[in-house]
C-alpha cells in the first residue's frame, strides 16, 4: 500500500541558511500534519493543513511557514536555520471523513536535517 | 506538567513474558487515543487504536479508563521483534481537527 513521501531523507544546511521539506501524503487523504522530533524526545506538533488551508498551528517557530498544494502535497519551509532546528521532521496524512470523525494519521519515514 | 505522561522505562523483559504499559492524560476533553510504536530513528507507526470498550489485537490489549484519564497497553508472550518504543497518544479533536499529543514513550527491550 501507497505510504507517506518525504523528501529529501537527510539534508544539511549551515547556520542562517534555508530549508525546505516536501511532504506526499497517502493518496486521498487531505489532511496533512507536521511534526518535529529533537533527539531523545517526542514528536512535537507543528502544523496541520486540511484542503490546503491550515487548520491548526502548534509550535512552529515564526522562522518556519508552510502550505499544501492543490495535488495535496505539502512543503515546509524553514528559514535563517539554528542549530537547534536539528531534528527529525516528520509528515503524516489522515482522511477526513464526513463530519469530522477522527481517524488515525499515518507518518511518512522523515526528513533528519541537521544544521551546523 | 506534560498533558500525556508514560514511564520512560526501560522495561527489560525475557521472551514470552507479558508486559503492561499506562499512560495518564491530562486533557479531559481528548476524545480519540492511540499507541503507536516507534523504533530506533524511525517513523512512528501506529499499532492500535484505544476505544472505550477496550479492545484487542493479537497479542496486543488496549484498554481506556476516560473517568480516571489512564490508557494502557499489553503486551502478551513478548518476542524480540517487540523492541521499541510505545508511545501513548491523545487527540483532542478541535472543529474536526486532529492534534495529537504524543507521550515520551516507553521503552521496551526483550531479550532472549
Known amino acids: 500500500a501507497a505510504g507517506v513521501i518525504q523528501s529529501p531523507r537527510h539534508l544539511i544546511k549551515e547556520k542562517r541558511e534555508t530549508a525546505t521539506l516536501k511532504c506526499y501524503p497517502i493518496?486521498?487523504?487531505?489532511?496533512v500534519y507536521w511534526y518535529q522530533q529533537g533527539p531523545g524526545q517526542d514528536p512535537q506538533f507543528l502544523i496541520s493543513f486540511y484542503e490546503k488551508m491550515q487548520s491548526d498551528k502548534g509550535s512552529i517557530p515564526d522562522r518556519f511557514s508552510a502550505q499544501q498544494f492543490s495535488d495535496y502535497h505539502s512543503e515546509l519551509n524553514m528559514s535563517s536555520l539554528e542549530l537547534g532546528d536539528s531534528a527529525l521532521y516528520f509528515c503524516?496524512?489522515?482522511?477526513?471523513?464526513?463530519?469530522?470523525?477522527?481517524?488515525?494519521?499515518?507518518f511518512g519515514p522523515g526528513t533528519r536535517l541537521t544544521v551546523l | 506538567r506534560k498533558e500525556v505522561e508514560q514511564d520512560p522505562g526501560p522495561f527489560n523483559v525475557p521472551e514470552g513474558a507479558t508486559v503492561a504499559f499506562n499512560c495518564t492524560y491530562s486533557n479531559s476533553a481528548s476524545q480519540s487515543f492511540f499507541w503507536y510504536r516507534q523504533d530506533c530513528r524511525k517513523e512512528p507507526k501506529l499499532l492500535m487504536s484505544v476505544y472505550s470498550s477496550g479492545n484487542e489485537d493479537g497479542r496486543f490489549t488496549a484498554q481506556l479508563n476516560r473517568a480516571s484519564q489512564y490508557i494502557s497497553l499489553l503486551i502478551r508472550d513478548s518476542k524480540l521483534s517487540d523492541s521499541a518504543t510505545y508511545l501513548c497518544v491523545v487527540n483532542a479533536n478541535e472543529a474536526g481537527f486532529q492534534k495529537l499529543v504524543f507521550g515520551t514513550g516507553t521503552r521496551l527491550l526483550v531479550s532472549p
Open positions: 493518496p486521498r487523504h487531505d489532511t
Open positions: 503524516a496524512s489522515s482522511p477526513r471523513l464526513a463530519g469530522g470523525t477522527y481517524n488515525e494519521q499515518f
